[in-house]
């Protein structure tokens, strides 16, 4: 075998090579921009034409022969085989079988060595017939950290979206997530996933921008290119979430239409249209109004049409007996002395000061039963009897009445002891708080007997204070003595100075009851007169409920139940 230079079109065609189909034109195309860039790397196989013919017939490189014809070389350099046909019939099976195609990291890698070599990206492009763009976005994967790219070449590749957050992330992130999730010896595969999405960035993308160059500058977004993205899109994008919608923001503010307002959206992203108005999904109308508002998922610009409704009108009569139309105004709620925020922070207090009052202000006996009672009789109590038809309860007081089971499996407990369990069970049982826990009245009453008042922490705070009306701050700070201001805030900041260091207790945060709602209380759950019992025995509208239950009408018949 020995190297000649030839003319290529002196070449013949072998009538029995082994590849006949047609290769592809990008196939082509890219052969062709790498012969013209840097001519045929691989020479052609070519044998003398049989039976005493004149010429060479080629063995192998038909493509690169043809193509070396389109790309008008005057000659290339061939390798003249001397063995006979068979072995050129072997040869041409083998070229087009026994081949390795080039690992997608080699690929990146060779890139970037072209580059280092001198080569631009354009001219790569040219030599290998691709576009800059694809050049640019193998540079880009050549610029995986090492371990990572070491990791892809064994095979464990990541799916391209994977590939594409990878890539976009800086070299510093990339070193520290690997870290985190790089392969273990018992398992050898990387997990891409997590590796994705610890290096995945809220992309805001420039085909939603609706802001200009100018403000893009003057917020400081530089954007940069998604060179994943197709190519006949707008790909650029800023992972500047905060100055994307600062600019929008402006931008929005500066290009408001006719009848526009902004608006603000819900925690799903849905926009809230004013009060009482409603939404139009066709066309809108002359006298419909668009609210603007950011999209928070992806920051676009969008609307919404809705609709106000019509004001209402009324007649009314003046003293001359005219009827006169006018607009019927809804008159406003009046704000309540305390909002419901400011009525949850004075249940917590009271039930935190009930609670230090059961656990630590003096007790008589006699007042302790009392108060037991008074704890299930609260509103918050619930209990599975074994006299009930619904065996489930919420109130769990066994871990209470296991303290007073002695050793042997019976009530052992002293007289401490029997206080202290007492006292634990009211803490867990009464409460103040405004929510599924709250006792009512029965705690209340149950705290003005043990002082529990005295007990309250000082409601002289920026954040109770701040829940009451103007009236009722203006009047406790007129009772306390304390300089009202021309501004809440200015009075709210004088009363917090005047008790910096005293308690002040506002007269709603109190624990004990008004006397009326006490006797309401009492009056709806006393026993009926047995008179009016006896009266009724017969009505079937005043029978009792709880049929079956064993009752006792008076102290007598108490003792004897108990005999």
């Not at 390798?79 to 019939?89: E, N, P, R």
């Not at 009848?259 to 249209?273: A, C, H, T, Y």
């Not at 009211?426 to 529990?452: E, K, Q, T, Y």
Request: aromatic share 6%; proline share 5%; with cysteine.
């Amino acid at each position: 075998m020995h190297l000649i230079s030839i003319d290529p079109r002196a070449l013949q065609e072998n009538p029995n090579k082994a590849r006949r189909s047609k290769s592809s034109p990008q196939a082509d195309a890219v052969l062709l921009a790498s012969i013209r860039a840097v001519g045929i790397v691989q020479p052609p196989v070519v044998s003398v034409a049989p039976n005493g013919g004149n010429g060479f017939v080629i063995e192998a490189g038909h493509r690169r022969v043809a193509q070396a014809i389109e790309a008008e070389l005057p000659e290339i350099l061939v390798l003249v085989d001397d063995a006979g046909q068979a072995d050129g019939a072997i040869r041409s099976v083998v070229e087009n079988i026994a081949r390795e195609p080039l690992n997608p990291v080699d690929q990146w890698r060779a890139i970037e060595r072209l580059v280092a070599l001198g080569w631009t990206e354009e001219s790569i492009a040219l030599a290998l017939a691709l576009a800059v763009r694809q050049i640019r976005k193998l540079r880009l994967l050549a610029n995986i950290l090492p371990a990572m790219l070491d990791q892809m070449a064994r095979g464990d590749m990541p799916n391209e979206q994977q590939l594409r957050t990878i890539a976009a992330a800086s070299q510093d992130e990339q070193t520290e997530i690997w870290k985190k999730y790089k392969p273990k010896k018992q398992d050898p595969q990387a997990s891409w996933w997590d590796i994705a999405r610890a290096l995945t960035k809220t992309r805001m993308l420039a085909k939603d921008a609706s802001f200009g160059d100018e403000l893009a500058a003057a917020y400081g977004i530089v954007w940069q290119e998604d060179l994943f993205a197709p190519a006949d899109q707008d790909g650029r994008y800023t992972t500047d979430v905060e100055a994307f919608l600062g600019a929008q923001q402006e931008w929005l503010a500066n290009n408001l239409p006719k009848r526009g307002s902004v608006i603000e959206v819900n925690d799903w992203g849905q926009p809230k249209l004013p009060a009482k108005a409603n939404q139009v999904y066709g066309k809108p109308g002359k006298g419909d109004n668009t609210g603007w508002y950011i999209n928070p998922r992806d920051g676009s610009v969008q609307s919404v049409a809705y609709r106000l409704p019509e004001k209402k009108t009324k007649t009314v009569k003046g003293e001359d007996g005219e009827e006169t139309v006018v607009d019927d105004v809804d008159v406003p709620k009046v704000r309540p002395d305390v909002t419901h925020k400011g009525l949850d922070i004075i249940g917590d207090l009271r039930t935190d000061a009930l609670h230090e009052a059961l656990a630590k202000a003096p007790i008589e006996d006699d007042t302790l039963m009392a108060l037991l009672i008074l704890a299930f009789a609260g509103t918050n109590v619930s209990i599975a009897s074994g006299s009930s038809d619904n065996p489930y309860g919420h109130a769990n007081c066994r871990r209470h009445a296991a303290r007073l089971i002695g050793e042997d499996g019976r009530l052992a407990f002293d007289r401490d002891l029997l206080q202290q369990v007492a006292r634990s069970l009211l803490v867990d049982v009464m409460s103040c708080r405004r929510n599924r826990s709250d006792s009512g009245i029965a705690a209340r009453i149950a705290g003005d007997a043990i002082g529990a008042d005295q007990f309250l922490v000082n409601t002289a705070t920026e954040e109770f204070l701040s829940c009451l009306s103007r009236g009722a701050l203006e009047a406790a700070a007129g009772e306390a003595g304390v300089a009202i201001g021309s501004k809440l805030k200015e009075t709210r900041a004088a009363f917090v100075a005047h008790f910096s260091e005293n308690r002040f207790v506002h007269p709603a945060a109190l624990i004990a009851p008004a006397v009326d709602d006490v006797q309401a209380f009492a009056a709806a759950f006393a026993e009926p007169d047995a008179a009016l019992v006896e009266e009724g025995e017969d009505d079937d509208d005043h029978a009792d409920p709880d049929v079956g239950r064993t009752e006792f009408a008076n102290d007598s018949d108490f003792r004897e139940a108990t005999e």
